[in-house]
């Protein structure tokens, strides 16, 4: 059948009216008839009367109608085609939710009145969005634009792709006094929608293409990645848009280009946030592993030689890379739209309560649009790591304070006597290591620490650092939490202060793995206090020039061992279980590492009163003292044996480490 005998041809207005004519193509549309459709659709009245009303049927058949949905987009009248789009963007995000025939109309009604009230609101977009007044399938196609699970349907994120593309030729279309009332509603459809797709790297290719567009002349237009969908493409030049059908010569309102500049930064953040949130783990190199690479970055020598670091996975794995790729556009989008530094830092430091205010009342002014806190803080964190890994030009540095990491902390993880603690996500946790290792590079921690009343802030922000160390899932980051935490705690002048913490841990703390921390730093406390010299790499203590913590510390006291010897020499003599003692084993393992350095030394054994501290504790006045009880305990939870379902299970390296350990004591002890 020729082209001139296709009922799209025969039945074109006049033949029909244009809600006809929009039934025929409901019925009749297939993808063998998109090219015609094309041609069609070139015809700029005939667009701008049915356009709005095609998107929908549209969509199902992409990649093939990219095309006409392009054509849509550029012909028809921007204010209805851009409410149309609005709305399967939403139904994208709600697959569920029907869309009623009745509130179809409802939504009509609401532009009309919108459109007659144009002296007082005009060119308001209603609460809801416009869809067809077609009785038959509309509904039924709207539902199926945003079903999933369709087998022969394009995927979920082929979609939200094309009606960004749409939306990113729409809006610079609109010309009215009040621009952003479309653009709130329509970024307020496209976060959601966004937020279910944000783990498919197409979905942030094509946020950035939209954006990208508001951007101006300040940055070109982002290329398309390869993606999975082919879309088919002509060399001919397409039609230029046409002007708004409904334009006025009224200017700009006040306020509305910075009102426009406000969405626009806040759209940024709240992408920023999903994005980082959804980022995995790939070989335990977390999200963009930020406090990781930092790391490398500050203490070359403790690479391990041979081994690839984490900053040279992030150079030569493509996935990798692209993480530091999409971070970066993001980054460059906040000078084109005017966030800067101070702004990012600003959201820290004063919350913005808007963030947390669920009215769909459009904003009438900049001062009502919220950034999101936690996407300010991943660029401000971007910006820090550019600047430090990559060299790029800071602006206005200004090192965070110790204050507004203890505010992140505890506002981003919340209450740290949770059994979740640290268990967040691992871009939060990495980015709140990262700027706590970027604050201590500064020399105004050791001012403030000096003073007193911060006492409080120095505690609460080491019992965070040492909690992430303890169960957070990622070994990297519990390995920069640890030192993180070493370094806050060796950077305060009061040795009291810094015994009682060490203290707390041994006696509160429910992680044994940070208990065995909290050996190491005695252990480095110690030598500190009664060492002439001591490497400060990588924040351990260090006495040159620094007097108070030598004779005068109390880590050189016999009060040092006999405060913490009850919570440090644990006698395994009350464990009823295997699994107990197992528990156990790694906390173990470093109380015997620090007592046999201590009998190692003889003056500092007798220094310290070793054995008088250790006579103090009752439980170990029996059974041959502290090593005969663990000896005892070994004997009794060591050897190998069977699980209960009667499964030989044979004997840990802990436990084979903890008898060497042992034997290592005694020898020593006699």
């Given amino acids: ?53 095609l998107v929908h049927l549209l969509l199902p058949l992409l ?45 009509q009604e609401q532009l009309d009145d919108s459109e007659r009230a144009e002296d007082s609101r005009p060119d308001d977009p209603p609460a809801g969005t416009a869809v067809s007044n077609e009785k038959n399938t509309s509904a039924a196609a709207s539902r199926q634009a945003g079903d999933s699970t369709s087998r022969e349907g394009p995927s979920k994120v082929s979609q939200f792709s094309a009606l960004l593309d749409m939306l990113a030729i729409l809006h610079p279309r609109i010309k009215t006094k009040y621009p952003s009332r479309f653009l709130s509603t329509s970024l307020q459809a496209v976060l959601p929608a966004y937020a279910t797709l944000v783990q498919d790297a197409q979905a942030t290719d094509a946020v950035l293409r939209f954006i990208n567009t508001f951007a101006g002349a300040k940055r070109p237009r982002l290329p398309p990645r390869k993606s999975s969908t082919q879309v088919p493409t002509k060399a001919a030049q397409l039609p230029a848009a046409v002007p708004d059908p409904e334009a006025t010569e009224e200017s700009l309102a006040p306020g509305e ?17 999903g994005y980082m949130s959804s980022l995995p783990v790939d070989d335990d190199v977390p999200a963009l592993s930020w406090s990781i690479r930092l790391l490398e ?101 200004q090192d965070p304070s110790m204050p507004t990491i203890f505010s992140l902390l505890s506002d981003f993880l919340g209450d740290p006597s949770s059994s979740t603690f640290g268990s967040e996500s691992l871009s939060l946790v990495d980015s709140l290591l990262f700027f706590g290792h970027y604050t201590l590079q ?17 505690t609460k ?65 110690i030598l500190a206090a009664n060492t002439p010299r001591i490497s400060n790499a990588l924040g351990q203590p260090s006495l040159e020039g620094n007097n108070e913590k030598t004779n005068s510390s109390i880590f050189a006291t016999p009060t040092c061992i006999a405060t913490l010897a009850p919570h440090l020499f644990i ?75 009667g499964r030989d299970v044979e004997r840990g390296q802990q436990m084979n480490l903890l008898e060497g350990m042992i034997a290592m004591c005694k020898e020593k002890d006699r």
């Avoid at 244009?18 to 667009?47: A, C, G, M």
């Avoid at 626009?264 to 709240?270: G, P």
């Avoid at 040795?495 to 940070?514: A, G, V, W």
């Avoid at 279980?577 to 173990?588: I, L, R």
Wanted: hydrophobic share 40%; aromatic share 8%.
């Fill in 63 to 107: 990649p093939q109608s990219q095309q006409c949905l392009q054509d849509v987009a550029r012909l028809g009248n921007p204010r209805e085609v851009v409410l149309k789009v609005t709305e399967l963007l939403e139904a994208l995000a709600n697959p569920d939710e029907e869309i009623t025939e009745e509130g179809d109309e409802d939504e």
């Fill in 461 to 525: 922000t080491l019992q965070y650092f040492s909690i992430i160390s303890a169960n957070t899932p990622s070994a990297a980051l519990r390995y920069a939490a640890h030192l993180l935490t070493s370094k806050i705690l060796y950077a305060h002048p009061n040795d009291h202060l810094r015994l009682s913490f060490i203290k707390d841990t041994l006696q509160h703390c429910p992680y044994e793995n940070l208990k065995g921390s909290a050996v190491g730093w005695l252990k480095d406390e």
């Fill in 297 to 397: 970055h500050l203490y070359p020598e403790k690479n391990i030689p041979g081994r690839r670091t984490t900053s040279e996975a992030f150079e030569e794995d493509e996935a990798l890379h692209r993480r530091d790729s999409t971070i970066g556009q993001m980054l460059a989008l906040t000078s084109d739209f005017s966030l800067a530094l101070e702004d990012l830092r600003g959201a820290l430091v004063e919350p913005d309560t808007l963030a947390n205010d669920e009215s769909t009342d459009l904003p009438a002014s900049a001062s009502e649009v919220p950034l999101s806190r936690p996407g300010c803080f991943y660029l401000l964190c971007a910006s820090y790591a550019s600047a430090v890994l990559f060299r790029a030009p800071l602006k206005k540095r």
């Fill in 442 to 458: 500064g020399d105004d921690l050791g001012i403030f620490l000096e003073r007193p009343e911060n006492d409080s802030v120095f």
């Fill in 571 to 645: 006698s395994p003599n009350n464990m009823t279980t295997k699994d107990e003692f197992n528990v156990h084993e790694g906390f173990f393992l470093a109380a015997l590492n620090l007592y046999y350095l201590l009998l190692c030394n003889k003056g500092l054994k007798e220094k310290l009163d070793l054995r008088g501290a250790m006579g103090q504790v009752e439980e170990l006045k029996v059974d041959g003292g502290w090593l005969g009880s663990m000896e005892k305990g070994l004997q009794r939870f060591g050897d190998a044996g069977v699980d209960e379902n």
């Fill in 1 to 53: 059948m020729s082209s001139n005998d296709s009922p799209l041809i025969k039945a074109l207005p006049p033949a029909v009216d244009y809600l006809s004519y929009l039934t025929i193509l409901e019925y009749n549309l297939t993808p063998e008839q998109l090219p015609l459709l094309h041609d069609i659709l070139r015809d700029t009245t005939l667009t701008a009367n049915i356009g709005w009303d």
């Fill in 257 to 273: 280009t910075a009102l426009k500049e406000k969405l626009l930064q806040s759209f940024l953040t709240f992408v920023a946030e």
